[in-house]
């Protein structure tokens, strides 16, 4: 008994003395007993780890250069797990393939604009004023827009290619961060410690970087990962429209689409991609909702 | 009333700095199209002086702002200019859109009336059995149908619906009215999950309150303070974001028309753009967002018709 008090003294003077690290320790015991935040990031780890580990894997090549007729649209089997499309290609491979492209269109779209979002948002907060009132009617401006038609605009304008399907998507996207940011600025500049750094004498940017910003960060990841979802869907659909990706690099959207006119014969090669984006859109989304629901239990059930 | 009017016409005043933003986004698409687009329309044989020229007679040596002022003179006058597909060559693209606005109108009505009438349903039913085996799969069954793209929910139900069952036609308007259920309930699907999740949320929180329990205190049948008393003020917050529903469906319209062939402006777009109709993808962008700032006008009204302090601030 005595040992196990001694023992609980301690672990309360630790986590007194490191509040990041307590706190860190407690999100993970609550995520774990936090059923979306388990089923989301486990979808998210398999689909991730199979996207890195998709040139290592014994697959086959998913753009092979020569059509081997004799391989056109073999049903699933244990040499091809999900079949074959219309030009003899593994479908399989293809949609790990395909996981590599969209993740990669997706965390980069969604980095950008994260950065976007949190420069203009906090500037904005921070400051106050004039520039607050030009950058958030930008905001509100864009955020107005619904993010899939912008994309699909500067898709459309810049032509098909990977680099602009991430640049539409950056363009069309941080309002919501910059929504967020901005709010989260706002409310952290009235507090204590931000007056106490500035009677110190510490500059600006010093404070809104050093300070403000990661107070203000719990909430941005969570709408990253949620983003993230959001990018993958706009990808997926922009690749489907014939203004993403481009052939023959492999696309979930693409691939959906090129599956329609083989939807009686071969309903694998829609099916198979199909399900691998739902399950990655779902895990990202649920990630997203369940660390929310950790990190700020007020929010419960406020999404739309 | 005084307040609910000057609010309005505040809204309405709002409305115009994001249809500025649509009319210049749509300019910034043919400003940032790769190529040269003189070079494109004029014929092979043309010197580099007659390219010259042409962009001498229509300004695109112009400086931007200049060009962007004609651009809006252009389109105030209702001249959203002519197509260049091959095609449609010439056609106004003002007639073009006449021509699909109904069928993505027709689609969009008939989508949102699916959506609510399992969305509302459907809330209320698991907001009634929260905490239940029920409630809980239908909170599953609306994050699989909100994590669902438009495009793969529509084809699910076409190898549902039409290939293995031929219960309603694959694809194009030949059904008759058979043809835009498919649409319209790929469509309505995905934002039926949203109204679900929000009319259920909004029954939980009307149920909490004390007049229900007073109700209840009262003797009053269950279903009577249910359907009679908790229900209308639980619709309130679902029925107002129908305009940002409209924002919604416009982004979903898109993808969904193209799945099915269905003759709208939503794949006049992403047919004009594979065949660099920029003059005909710009109307339609144009339209879309009017479509869009139409829905948040519609949303701002109903939520002040619905609660009266909002006019004041």
């Given at each position: 008994m005595k040992f196990r008090k001694s023992l609980n003294d301690a672990l309360a003077g630790w986590r007194m003395s490191g509040?990041?690290?307590?706190?860190?320790?407690?999100?993970?015991?609550?995520?774990?007993?936090?059923?979306?935040?388990?089923?989301?990031?486990?979808?998210?780890?398999?689909?991730?780890?199979?996207?890195?580990l998709a040139p290592v894997l014994p697959i086959a090549d998913p753009t092979p250069a020569e059509l081997h007729e004799e391989e056109i649209l073999l049903s699933p089997s244990g040499r091809h797990w999900f079949g074959t499309d219309e030009l003899g290609r593994d479908v399989f491979s293809r949609v790990l393939w395909g996981a590599r492209v969209s993740l990669l269109v997706a965390t980069l779209a969604i980095f950008f604009s994260l950065v976007i979002g949190v420069v203009l948002g906090l500037t904005a907060g921070y400051f106050g004023g004039i520039p607050d009132y030009i950058i958030a009617g930008t905001i509100d401006l864009f955020w107005t827009f619904p993010s899939f038609l912008l994309a699909l605009a500067f898709a459309a304008a810049l032509g098909p290619s990977l680099t602009n399907v991430i640049l539409a998507i950056s363009i069309s996207y941080w309002a919501g961060f910059g929504r967020l940011m901005r709010g989260q600025a706002l409310s952290v500049r009235e507090r204590q410690f931000i007056e106490a750094s500035r009677a110190l004498g510490a500059k600006n940017a010093r404070i809104m970087f050093a300070h403000v910003l990661p107070n203000c960060l719990a909430p941005m990841i969570v709408w990253a990962s949620v983003g993230v979802a959001d990018a993958i869907t706009i990808e997926s659909s922009?690749?489907?429209?014939?203004?993403?990706?481009?052939?023959?690099?492999?696309?979930?959207?693409?691939?959906?689409?090129?599956?329609?006119?083989?939807?009686?014969?071969?309903?694998?090669?829609?099916?198979?991609?199909?399900?691998?984006?739902?399950?990655?859109?779902?895990?990202?989304?649920?990630?997203?909702?369940?660390?929310?629901?950790?990190?700020?239990?007020?929010?419960?059930?406020?999404?739309? | 009333?005084?307040?609910?009017?000057?609010?309005?016409?505040?809204?309405?005043?709002?409305?115009?700095?994001?249809?500025?933003?649509?009319?210049?986004?749509?300019?910034?698409?043919?400003?940032?199209?790769?190529?040269?687009?003189?070079?494109?329309?004029?014929?092979?044989?043309?010197?580099?002086?007659?390219?010259?020229?042409?962009?001498?007679?229509?300004?695109?040596?112009?400086?931007?702002?200049?060009?962007?002022?004609?651009?809006?003179?252009?389109?105030?006058?209702?001249?959203?200019?002519?197509?260049?597909a091959i095609g449609t060559l010439n056609?106004?693209?003002?007639?073009?859109?006449?021509?699909?606005?109904?069928?993505?109108?027709?689609?969009?009505?008939?989508?949102?009336?699916?959506?609510?009438?399992?969305?509302?349903?459907?809330?209320?039913?698991?907001?009634?059995?929260?905490?239940?085996?029920?409630?809980?799969?239908?909170?599953?069954?609306?994050?699989?149908?909100?994590?669902?793209?438009?495009?793969?929910?529509?084809?699910?139900?076409?190898?549902?619906?039409?290939?293995?069952?031929?219960?309603?036609p694959i694809q194009g308007t030949v059904g008759g009215f058979g043809s835009i259920l498919l649409p319209a309930l790929t469509l309505g699907l995905g934002n039926a999950a949203l109204t679900t999740r929000m009319m259920r949320s909004s029954m939980l929180e009307v149920k909490r309150q004390d007049y229900i329990t007073q109700l209840r205190s009262r003797g009053l049948p269950e279903r009577e303070i249910i359907f009679k008393h908790a229900l209308r003020n639980a619709l309130l917050p679902v029925i107002t974001v129908i305009g940002l529903d409209i924002g919604w469906f416009v982004g979903g319209a898109v993808v969904v028309e193209t799945v099915f062939s269905w003759p709208g402006v939503g794949m006049l777009v992403t047919s004009s753009i594979s065949t660099h109709d920029f003059p005909t993808v710009q109307g339609c962008i144009?339209?879309?967002a009017f479509f869009v700032v139409i829905g948040n006008l519609v949303a701002d009204i109903l939520y002040a018709l619905a609660d009266p302090r909002v006019r004041l601030g």
């Open positions: 509040g990041v690290k307590q706190s860190a320790m407690d999100i993970i015991n609550r995520s774990q007993r936090n059923a979306m935040v388990v089923v989301g990031a486990t979808l998210v780890i398999i689909i991730v780890s199979l996207a890195v922009l690749s489907f429209l014939g203004v993403g990706t481009q052939p023959p690099t492999p696309s979930w959207g693409y691939m959906l689409y090129r599956g329609i006119p083989n939807l009686e014969e071969a309903p694998w090669i829609a099916t198979f991609p199909g399900i691998t984006l739902l399950l990655t859109v779902l895990g990202f989304n649920l990630l997203g909702d369940g660390m929310r629901d950790v990190l700020d239990p007020r929010m419960k059930g406020m999404r739309r | 009333m005084a307040d609910l009017v000057s609010y309005i016409i505040r809204k309405l005043l709002l409305a115009i700095p994001v249809i500025f933003l649509a009319t210049f986004i749509v300019f910034l698409m043919l400003y940032l199209t790769p190529g040269d687009p003189v070079a494109m329309i004029a014929p092979a044989h043309a010197s580099a002086a007659d390219l010259e020229e042409i962009r001498e007679k229509y300004g695109f040596n112009d400086p931007f702002a200049v060009q962007y002022w004609r651009f809006l003179e252009r389109l105030s006058s209702g001249d959203l200019g002519t197509s260049v056609t106004d693209v003002s007639y073009l859109l006449a021509q699909r606005l109904p069928r993505t109108l027709e689609l969009m009505a008939i989508g949102l009336t699916i959506s609510y009438s399992i969305g509302i349903p459907l809330g209320v039913y698991s907001a009634l059995k929260q905490d239940t085996w029920t409630d809980r799969s239908v909170m599953v069954f609306t994050l699989v149908a909100y994590a669902m793209p438009s495009f793969w929910l529509g084809i699910l139900l076409m190898m549902a619906l039409a290939v293995y069952t031929h219960i309603l144009l339209v879309l």
